[in-house]
């Protein structure tokens, strides 16, 4: 599932996201109108990060610039954010935003093999797209070398994203489309993982014709066997 995915899906299912990295600490409750001016200037730093993360690149986008574009002064961004990898963080969760209370879902018609492959071809065109890719790249080199927001990406994120797929995987085994005995956790990297690798590795074209054969050998060997076999 992707970014894009999601937030077209929350219109009516719940965000992943839940909270701020790191604390937030505010003396004493705010009032109705405070809260909201302090919504609208979270979502316009949040905007602005994601704007500049775009045009500028992850190497020169400096809370600084991220403060002028969104006209709040740097303090107002590192009350809420530690650093402008959390920030960026925190802009891929606004685009899921949704109502609370309802989880991630894959879509479930009943045929495995088509529910996978939308879902695949729709993750490959966001990888491809330029808007999408160097906020992603951006994000995946920080979590790569921030073990706080790595904690908060699995928790926030990719945790749920994992669920989601897992529970599409599980109604497939209820149905009888794929082993009884399977690890679910190996499957859904078995069906995810060489996308995103060869995304991140940039080791090859990231096709629809490549994402059909992931899909189709992983399913083969998910699949039931015969008895004896």
């Not at 899906?9 to 009032?31: L, N």
């Not at 920030?87 to 529910?115: K, Y």
């Not at 956790?185 to 590795?201: C, K, S």
Request: glycine letters at 6%; proline letters at 6%; a positive charge.
């Amino acid at each position: 599932m992707t970014v894009r995915q999601r937030a077209r899906q929350c219109k009516t299912r719940r965000s992943v996201s839940t909270g701020r990295v790191g604390p937030v600490t505010t003396p004493h409750r705010a009032t109705p109108s405070a809260a909201r001016r302090n919504e609208a200037s979270r979502r316009a730093i949040l905007a602005a990060a994601f704007d500049l993360l775009q045009e500028v690149g992850y190497a020169k986008l400096s809370i600084e610039g991220i403060a002028a574009r969104a006209g709040v002064g740097k303090q107002t961004i590192y009350r809420w954010w530690p650093s402008k990898g959390a920030v960026i963080f925190d802009a891929f969760l606004m685009l899921s935003e949704g109502s609370e209370g309802e989880p991630s879902v894959l879509p479930d018609t009943g045929d495995l093999q088509a529910d996978l492959t939308a879902v695949l071809h729709a993750t490959v065109v966001e990888l491809n797209d330029p808007r999408y890719d160097r906020p992603m790249r951006a994000l995946a080199t920080e979590i790569a070398n921030d073990p706080e927001l790595a904690a908060a990406y699995s928790q926030r994120l990719d945790g749920p994203m994992k669920e989601a797929k897992r529970q599409r995987l599980r109604s497939a085994q209820r149905a009888g489309q794929l082993a009884e005995d399977l690890d679910l956790d190996v499957a859904v990297e078995m069906i995810w993982g060489p996308l995103l690798n060869r995304w991140l590795q940039r080791s090859g074209p990231l096709t629809a014709e490549y994402t059909d054969r992931v899909i189709a050998t992983a399913l083969n060997g998910l699949r039931p066997r015969p008895a004896g076999r």
